[in-house]
Antibody
C-alpha cells in the first residue's frame, strides 16, 4: 500500500524558515518523480515544486522560486521542501504527491497524495 | 503562463449527468487529468490521460479532451459525488491546476 506521510509544518514568523518532510512507503521511491502541492485556506490547489526520481532535475512555481528548495533522499525514501523567507501568502496545507512517472512530462499525474501538513506564516 | 479555467460551481440532481469543463489554450494537445476533493480530505485522482480511470474509480466517471476544452462527466450522479473537482495539465515544465469546481448534488 502506498503511503505518504508529511511532517514539519507549524507556525512560523514572516521571514522565517521551515523544512517539510514526506516519508514514502509501498513503492520504489527512486522510480518516480515527486511534487509538493499546496492549498491555502478555502482556496484551490497550487503546484509548488517537483523533482525527478533520480533527484537530478527540479522545477519550481514562480511564486516560490529562489525561496524554496526541493530535494530527496532515495536511501531514506524521503522527500523534502526547504522553505526560506516565508511570507503570509505561503500559509497553506502542503501536500506531498507521487507522480505516476519518473519525470514531469505532458502526462504528469498525481496518483497518490499525503494527508498534508499545515504551514502558518504569521507574527 | 498557462492557465486552466473551470466554472466555480455546477449543480446536478441525483441520478442525472454532471459535466464539468476545463478550458485552456490548445488543451487538447496536452493530457488532462481530474481530481476529486471532499472537505477535509486530500485530493483523489479520478481521471488521467484525458479519459483513463484509475482502479477503484466508478465507471460513472468519464473524461474527454479536445480543442481547448477537457470535460469530466459523471453519469448517474450520487450524493457521494458532491465535492470539489480540479483539472490539471502540464505545460513548459510546470504543473497547472484549474481553479476548481464545486459540484453540488441536490
Amino acid at each position: 500500500e502506498v503511503q505518504l506521510l508529511e511532517s514539519g509544518g507549524g507556525l512560523v514568523q514572516p521571514g522565517g524558515s521551515l523544512r517539510l518532510s514526506c516519508a514514502a512507503s509501498g513503492f520504489t521511491f527512486s522510480s518516480y518523480a515527486m511534487s509538493w502541492v499546496r492549498q491555502a485556506p478555502g482556496e484551490g490547489l497550487e503546484w509548488v515544486s517537483a523533482i525527478t526520481g533520480s533527484g537530478g532535475s527540479t522545477h519550481y512555481a514562480d511564486s516560490v522560486k529562489g525561496r524554496f528548495t526541493i530535494s530527496r533522499d532515495n536511501s531514506k525514501n524521503t522527500l523534502y521542501l526547504q522553505m526560506n523567507s516565508l511570507r503570509a501568502e505561503d500559509t497553506a496545507v502542503y501536500y506531498c504527491a507521487k507522480d505516476s512517472r519518473p519525470a514531469m512530462t505532458t502526462g504528469t499525474t498525481y496518483d497518490y497524495w499525503g494527508q498534508g501538513t499545515l504551514v502558518t506564516v504569521s507574527s | 503562463s498557462y492557465e486552466l479555467t473551470q466554472p466555480p460551481s455546477v449543480s446536478v440532481s441525483p441520478g442525472q449527468t454532471a459535466s464539468i469543463t476545463c478550458s485552456g489554450d490548445k488543451l487538447g494537445d496536452k493530457y488532462a487529468c481530474w481530481y476529486q476533493q471532499k472537505p477535509g480530505q486530500s485530493p483523489v485522482l479520478v481521471i488521467y490521460e484525458d479519459r483513463k480511470r484509475p482502479s477503484g474509480i466508478p465507471e460513472r466517471f468519464a473524461g474527454s479532451n479536445s480543442g481547448n476544452t477537457a470535460t469530466l462527466t459523471i453519469s448517474g450522479t450520487q450524493a457521494m459525488d458532491e465535492a470539489d473537482y480540479y483539472c490539471q495539465a502540464w505545460d513548459s515544465s510546470t504543473v497547472v491546476f484549474g481553479g476548481g469546481t464545486k459540484l453540488t448534488v441536490l
